[in-house]
């Protein structure tokens, strides 16, 4: 059965610390990985992966994906209290119809204090 | 700019009612997809449907059926609601080929 999880589940720090989520997949069919941030509402796209070691970096956020060793790793520098927020990892895997569907993981819940 | 809305934000029903959820897309996508949301499991997908009049199951179908007949809306429907299918319903849609799905604000469902 593919499953993807996420961990820590939450995390609280500092303003300025650095963080590190991670999210590891064992699926069939792997096409691409996904980083999401949902704060009250609907998921905002981050990051999509689908090479290994080619890093992604939008801001103080950076993204990398292993495939030989099937995970992942979000990273944020000099957090903020904005960046507070429950981040989703997805997995999209290949069906036998051709189509592509999503698997996520449970999300890492972030909370940065002032 | 994508524009995916959901027909309500709170809902409330009783155990037994038959419930629709609507989503609608402004931007031609083909494909779209209706989750749950629920604490300590995350998104998981119900239905999703890659074209008009096409659907297919997702990962937790039972109690649920879907209808698109129009490429721009997707409905979710309970047929008869029970207190388990209390949860944060999450539309979302993308263009055939691509890799990003755009989500909708999300209906949050109560089933007394």
């Known amino acids: 059965e593919d499953k993807v999880v996420q961990s820590p589940l939450s995390l609280v720090v500092h303003e300025g610390d650095t963080v590190t989520l991670n999210c590891s997949y064992e699926?069939?069919?792997?096409?691409?990985l996904l980083w999401y941030k949902q704060e009250k509402k609907a998921p905002t796209f981050l990051f999509m992966l689908?090479?290994?070691?080619i890093e992604k970096k939008s801001g103080r956020l950076s993204s990398i994906l292993d495939k030989k060793e099937l995970f992942s790793i979000l990273n944020i520098t000099a957090t903020q209290t904005g960046d507070s927020a429950v981040y989703l990892c997805?997995?999209?895997?290949?069906?036998?119809?051709?189509?592509?569907?999503?698997?996520f993981g449970t999300g890492t819940r972030l909370k940065v204090l002032a | 700019d994508v524009k995916v809305t959901q027909s309500s934000r709170y809902l409330v029903k009783r155990t037994g009612e038959k419930v629709f959820l609507e989503c609608v897309q402004d931007?031609?996508?083909?494909?779209m997809f209706w989750y749950r949301q629920d604490p300590g499991l995350g998104l998981r997908l119900i239905y999703f449907s890659y074209d008009v009049k096409m659907k297919e199951k997702g990962d937790i179908p039972e109690g649920y059926s879907v209808s698109r007949e129009k490429k721009e809306r997707f409905s979710l429907i309970l047929e008869s609601a029970s207190t388990n299918q209390t949860s944060m319903y999450l539309c979302a849609s993308r263009l055939w080929g691509t890799d990003t799905q755009y989500f909708g604000p999300g209906t949050r469902l109560t089933v007394l």
């Open positions: 689908t090479s290994s070691g």
């Open positions: 997805a997995v999209e895997v290949i069906m036998a119809s051709g189509t592509y569907k999503y698997i």
């Open positions: 699926v069939t069919n792997f096409r691409s």
């Open positions: 931007m031609d996508h083909e494909n």
